[in-house]
């Protein structure tokens, strides 16, 4: 297959086209307009729409509205375009609708700052809304990933009827990689569930995310709840690198993932034993393969481009058996190889 060089951005917006995303509601903000300007001009040609909203909470209700009727619908936005978008998530979740939604983050919190950053991991993971529920969770750090997982968030979001989150950052964004992409193909999914035209041939569909009798809501919860123990069982992604002997674990996700795996390989030539565990689903997050990754490891290292949000997680994961320590930057700052490096050697004489 041919190789092309395109942005983050435009190869996501590529990939959905290829998914076959039929309908795209977004509004501009930076770093991921591109995303945008790129389906204005290819949706008209593969017979999709493509609609700039007055606004983010606008956009979103658009892809309830569109995945309602068994179409593949897709947003983007960046960190505080997906807060206002929050409640129109909650309802799709609560109405098990299957859509793909896009953040290309950027520093926070309020309106921060247009440079990368990773700190919307708790609300991706956590708090993505109101009420119990949860989306997939997809962490590239490719811009080859960018294309793939994208692909892979549409079928999951269908096969499991809930919305699915490719969590990038400006910095994935807006680089430029060799990309290879699959042809366009349709999706073949069940759509019995759709809100779109029976005809006579089946019972009437109601897409509906309000229950007032508590029963009935605390049935539909734990109902949803039952799906999202299939998810965790069978749906972790993550990728380990020179785990096999390491003292120190390092722990990292997206962009900070290829400068974490940049310094272990020069820790490696210092003669520390350093590897790296990256989880390519955050939710759900690949537990068994980080207690696996960990198995030789005195210490645990999270590198993010955020406060630590990832740590506690990493903590619960191995069932605090072992320190989990932290290095990173925020503020759209971006971690170095030598800075990874520097607290790894500090690291490497502690035990």
Not at 90 to 112: E, F, K, M, T, W
Not at 148 to 161: G, H, M, T
Not at 176 to 204: C, L, Q, T, Y
């Amino acid at each position: 297959m041919e190789k092309v060089l395109m942005k983050g951005n435009e190869a996501i917006a590529e990939a959905a086209v290829r998914a076959g995303c039929k309908c795209y509601f977004g509004y501009p903000i930076t770093p991921q307009s591109e995303i945008s300007a790129y389906l204005s001009k290819k949706m008209p040609l593969v017979g999709g729409t493509f609609l700039q909203a007055e606004s983010e909470i606008a956009a979103i209700n658009m892809v309830l509205g569109a995945a309602s009727t068994g179409t593949r619908a897709m947003t983007s936005s960046s960190s505080p375009g997906i807060s206002l978008k929050s409640e129109g998530i909650s309802y799709i979740a609560a109405s098990d609708l299957p859509c793909v939604i896009i953040n290309v983050q950027r520093g926070g919190p309020g309106l921060g700052g247009i440079q990368p950053s990773q700190s919307d991991y708790w609300q991706a993971t956590k708090g993505l809304g109101h009420g119990d529920f949860h989306v997939l969770v997809y962490a590239p750090a490719s811009v080859q990933e960018m294309a793939d997982l994208v692909i892979r968030a549409f079928d999951k979001a269908e096969e499991y009827r809930m919305p699915a989150m490719i969590l990038a950052d400006g910095l994935l964004g807006q680089m430029m990689e060799p990309v290879v992409f699959p042809e366009i193909r349709e999706n073949s999914h069940d759509k019995s569930w759709a809100a779109d035209g029976h005809k006579n041939k089946r019972e009437h569909n109601i897409i509906n995310s309000l229950f007032l009798q508590p029963d009935v809501l605390e049935n539909s919860v734990k109902a949803r709840y039952e799906r999202y123990k299939t998810v965790e069982e069978k749906e972790t992604v993550a990728e380990s690198y020179l785990c096999e002997d390491a003292d120190i674990v390092v722990c990292a996700f997206g962009a900070s993932a290829r400068i974490a795996k940049s310094a272990v390989a020069k820790a490696r030539e210092k003669g520390i034993k350093a590897g790296l565990f990256r989880p390519v689903t955050l939710y759900p997050f690949p537990e068994r393969e980080l207690r696996e990754a960990s198995k030789s490891a005195k210490k645990l290292l999270s590198v993010e481009m955020s406060m630590g949000q990832m740590t506690d997680d990493l903590r619960l994961a191995i069932n605090c058996e072992k320190p989990v320590e932290f290095f990173g930057r925020t503020g759209g700052i971006i971690p170095t190889p030598a800075e990874v490096l520097k607290k790894l050697e500090e690291m490497g004489g502690e035990w």
